[in-house]
T-cell receptor, first 114, second 116 residues
Framework: GENVEQHPSTLSVQEGDSAVIKCTYS??????FPWYKQELGKRPQLIID?????GEKKDQRIAVTLNKTAKHFSLHITETQPEDSAVYFC?????????????FGQGTILTVHP | GAVVSQHPSRVICKSGTSVKIECRSL??????MFWYRQFPKQSLMLMAT?????????EQGVEKDKFLINHASLTLSTLTVTSAHPEDSSFYIC????????????FGSGTRLTVV
């Protein structure tokens, strides 16, 4: 089955700096790669996703890049703010007309210092 | 957008008792529901996949007789933790595929189970 590895496990940055979180996946059939932000005791909140037919997607301060050949994808957050502090998870699944199970990475605790 | 209502949000039960967690799709029909478990400071781990009208598929290492899943209708999937023990204390969350923003996944709000 799919295996998703996420690094780093913790990331500490100063407000205004950029943060990068990286994930690798093992199943070449995976074609849907979402990123979630999760606050303690809450459901995961989708912040951005990308499908395997594109290499990059951007939404304001957040961007995701995908390298299908190397089977890795990354989350980039620019101009970080204290409210960006949370746990971030990458995930992978097979999408399309019938979505398969979502496999999550181990998570990254992001701390943005004012 | 699509909403999955999950109840209860928190439950405390005594060791040896059973607890039922419900996930209802409010404005769509969920033919499939994924059930995840998340221990403190860990990731979400898939426990099982429920499909309306058929038996659930369990991930390796998950006891099907302990975690009973029922998906009897297109709007309701339930997870029952039977004979709960303290090690079953966790955050349980359901997810319906293909229904969320950009046709991703819609998550329930989660259930914090504490077994004492």
């Amino acid at each position: 089955g799919e295996n998703v590895e996420q690094h780093p496990s913790t990331l500490s940055v100063q407000e205004g700096d950029s943060a990068v979180i990286k994930c690798t996946y093992s199943d070449s059939a995976s074609n849907y790669f979402p990123w979630y932000k999760q606050e303690l005791g809450k459901r995961p909140q989708l912040i951005i996703d990308i499908r395997s037919n594109v290499g990059e997607k951007k939404d304001q301060r957040i961007a995701v890049t995908l390298n299908k050949t190397a089977k890795h994808f990354s989350l980039h957050i620019t101009e970080t703010q204290p409210e960006d502090s949370a746990v971030y998870f990458c995930a992978a699944s097979t999408g399309g007309t019938s979505y398969g199970k979502l496999t999550f990475g181990q998570g990254t605790i992001l701390t943005v210092h004012p | 957008g699509a909403v999955v209502s999950q109840h209860p949000s928190r439950v405390i039960c005594k060791s040896g008792t059973s607890v039922k967690i419900e996930c209802r799709s409010l404005d769509f029909q969920a033919t499939t529901m994924f059930w995840y478990r998340q221990f403190p400071k860990q990731s979400l781990m898939l426990m099982a996949t429920s499909n309306e009208g058929s038996k659930a598929t369990y991930e390796q290492g998950v006891e099907k007789d302990k975690f009973l899943i029922n998906h009897a209708s297109l709007t309701l999937s339930t997870l029952t933790v039977t004979s709960a023990h303290p090690e079953d204390s966790s955050f349980y969350i359901c997810s319906a595929p293909g229904t969320g923003v950009s046709h991703g996944y819609t998550f329930g709000s989660g259930t914090r189970l504490t077994v004492v």
